[in-house]
């Protein structure tokens, strides 16, 4: 079955350091999300991004955070200057089309340090 | 704006015991989709089910079967003879849908499940 694959699984980074997790979606989805889960919280929406660019995003997802699309196969997520409070599983989700269901990604765990 | 509450933070039962997660939900909307994620210890997400607004009909899968009904905005999903591998933390979600954008989920705060033996 296809998967959503994340890298990497777990990362540790200095607070003020840019990150940049890294999804790779299933080939013939269209739709392309990240969300993150604080530790023992729920799953919030960070931003939906549709034909290169950013179509929905959230309060959470400021000037820090940036998504981008480099290749036909890639998903990033980029912190520039990440907080503590950055810290946080990390979840891409791809879908098909618009009103079909996700396929989320086994997460990367963030710590900041 | 959409908001989903799953009152019960924690619930603990013994093993084959039957045990109903409760989610209730609140939407502007008259088209939306209601959905049921599983968390294991490891921590991916893993999708249980997807309900359409427009679909009320009861579903049966396995030791799991959820019951929606519109008319008190509720999703519950009711594990039958529970065993210790239904431990983890279920989420239930909703999510509108958005012209080109794609369907944004909302999620509850989750229900963490202790099956012990």
């Known amino acids: 079955e296809p998967e959503v694959t994340q890298t990497p699984s777990h990362q540790v980074t200095q607070m003020g350091q840019e990150v940049i997790l890294r999804c790779v979606p299933i080939?013939?989805?269209?739709?392309f999300y990240w969300y993150r889960q604080i530790l023992g919280q729920k799953v919030e929406f960070l931003v939906s991004f549709y034909n290169n660019e950013i179509s929905e995003k959230s309060e959470i997802f400021d000037d820090q955070f940036s998504v981008e699309r480099p290749d036909g196969s890639n998903f990033t997520l980029k912190i520039r200057s990440t907080k503590l409070e950055d810290s946080a599983m990390y979840f891409c989700?791809?879908?098909?089309?618009?009103?079909?269901?996700?396929?989320f990604g086994s997460g990367t765990r963030l710590t900041v340090v | 704006a959409q908001k989903v509450t799953q009152a019960q933070t924690e619930i603990s039962v013994v093993e084959k015991e039957d045990v109903t997660l409760d989610c209730v939900y609140e939407?502007?909307?008259?088209?939306?989709?209601l959905f049921w994620y599983k968390q294991p210890p490891s921590g991916e997400l893993v999708f249980l089910i997807r309900?359409?607004?427009?679909?009320?009909q009861n579903e049966i899968s396995g030791r799991y079967s959820w019951n929606f009904q519109k008319s008190t905005s509720s999703f519950n999903f009711t594990i039958t003879a529970s065993q210790v591998v239904d431990s983890a933390v279920y989420f239930c979600?909703?999510?509108?849908?958005?012209?080109?954008?794609?369907?944004?989920?909302?999620f509850g705060g989750g229900t963490r499940l202790m099956v012990k033996p």
């Open positions: 309900r359409n607004s427009f679909d009320e």
């Open positions: 080939s013939n989805h269209l739709y």
């Open positions: 979600a909703l999510s509108e849908v958005y012209n080109n954008a794609g369907n944004m989920l909302t």
């Open positions: 989700a791809s879908s098909r089309t618009g009103d079909y269901g996700y396929t």
């Open positions: 939407t502007r909307d008259t088209t939306y989709y």
